[in-house]
């Protein structure tokens, strides 16, 4: 158990489908990641959440639309996706927006979207 | 800008050889850096870390890394590697402020019976 909880953890969609993402963490940190994971590539942030405000948006195409409604909770709304947005969507989450030494990043373990 | 370099896609090892997963890294200011396994089908998790201190840090399964400031390399290593060390393993550093954590490419580690 690793305190941060994603689903689904498979999701299947086609190209005009509307679908969202869950991340609930159970640590009571203040922030929250979205990262992208895809074959032989570095991971990717996409969107970074502290106390509920988006600090960060790493240039994602707006049919990626994230949502936190509170500090526990984070959503990824996809609509129109591509299929090169087939991925594994990896959430995390840390104490505050400063990650700090002792307190890394904590990952969910992923959904694995594929985009048909 | 601050960069973690994996040079090795994979590494290959027999059960019960040492190993060792290269790991390279430039950042502003004294670096922080950590180690994170991908198990199949899950989210990384925590390995270890390098604050402060002595260049040995020892984590979790036995897996320890070695913290070197002059060739700026945090390369990870275990004495004897097991089957269910296969795995990807990322390298990551944090710079001074806290506000950058950068995961290198991964190196998937096969350790065959």
């Known amino acids: 158990e690793t305190g941060v909880t994603q689903t689904p953890r498979h999701l299947v969609m086609g190209m005009t489908n509307k679908k969202s993402l869950k991340c609930e963490q159970h640590?009571?940190?203040?922030?929250m990641y979205w990262y992208k994971q895809s074959a032989k590539k570095p991971l990717e942030l996409m969107f970074v959440y502290s106390l509920e405000e988006r600090v960060e948006n790493n240039s994602v195409p707006s049919r990626f639309s994230p949502e936190c409604p509170n500090s526990s909770h984070l959503f990824l709304h996809l609509h129109t996706l591509q299929p090169e947005d087939s991925a594994l969507y990896l959430c995390?989450?840390?104490?505050?927006?400063?990650?700090?030494?002792?307190?890394?990043?904590?990952f969910g373990n992923g959904t694995r979207l594929t985009v048909t | 800008a601050q960069s973690v370099a994996q040079p090795e896609d994979q590494v290959n090892v027999a059960e019960g050889n040492p190993l060792t997963v290269k790991c390279t890294y430039s950042?502003?200011?004294?670096?922080?850096l950590f180690w994170y396994v991908q198990y199949p089908n899950r989210g990384l998790q925590f390995l270890l870390k390098y604050i402060t201190g002595d260049n040995l840090v020892k984590g979790s399964y036995g897996f320890e890394a070695e913290f070197n400031k002059s060739q700026t390399s945090f390369h990870l290593k275990k004495p004897s590697a097991l089957v269910s060390d296969s795995a990807l393993y990322f390298c990551a550093v944090l710079n001074n402020a806290g506000n950058m954590l950068t995961f290198g490419g991964g190196t998937r580690l096969m350790v065959k019976p």
């Open positions: 640590l009571g940190h203040n922030a």
């Open positions: 950042v502003s200011g004294n670096p922080y």
């Open positions: 995390a989450s840390s104490q505050d927006r400063i990650v700090h030494p002792n307190s890394p990043l904590h």
